[in-house]
């Protein structure tokens, strides 16, 4: 069982930042792809961002280009989303999601196999 436990949610004013946090068990974080989901109310689960098992490869939506770094320390098994520059538009529950192997360039939400129960994160205009 794959467990993916995120934290660091909230509520920030626009222009502020927000940095979330996923951590899971080592397996999990050396072998699987992990990424970035967020959904709204009344929307779809979009892609956000995602990073390969060593880091080496991210993709980004276009949404996040420019804003928003996902990172990953392999020491504490997590991943990180540091989340600058925010908008009002990117309050949603935010979602880590890890897929087996490779392919940092899947962004739809059925090509993930496993899913955290979401955080919060509500931006103030």
């Known amino acids: 069982q794959v467990q993916l436990v995120e934290s660091g949610g909230g509520l920030v004013q626009t222009g502020g930042s927000l940095r979330l946090s996923c951590t899971t068990s080592?397996?999990?974080?050396?072998?699987?792809?992990m990424a970035w989901f967020r959904q709204a109310p009344g929307k779809e689960r979009d892609f956000v961002a995602a990073?390969?098992?060593?880091?080496?490869?991210?993709n980004y939506a276009d949404s996040a280009k420019d804003r928003f770094n996902i990172s990953r320390d392999k020491a504490k098994n997590t991943v990180f989303l540091q989340m600058n520059s925010l908008k009002p538009e990117d309050t949603a529950v935010y979602y880590c999601?890890?897929?087996?192997?490779?392919?940092?360039?899947?962004?739809?939400?059925?090509?993930?196999?496993?899913w955290g129960q979401g955080t919060q994160v509500t931006v103030s205009s």
């Open positions: 999601a890890a897929r087996r192997g490779a392919g940092t360039w899947r962004s739809n939400k059925s090509e993930y196999d496993y």
């Open positions: 080592r397996v999990t974080f050396i072998t699987y792809t």
């Open positions: 990073i390969s098992w060593n880091g080496g490869s991210t």
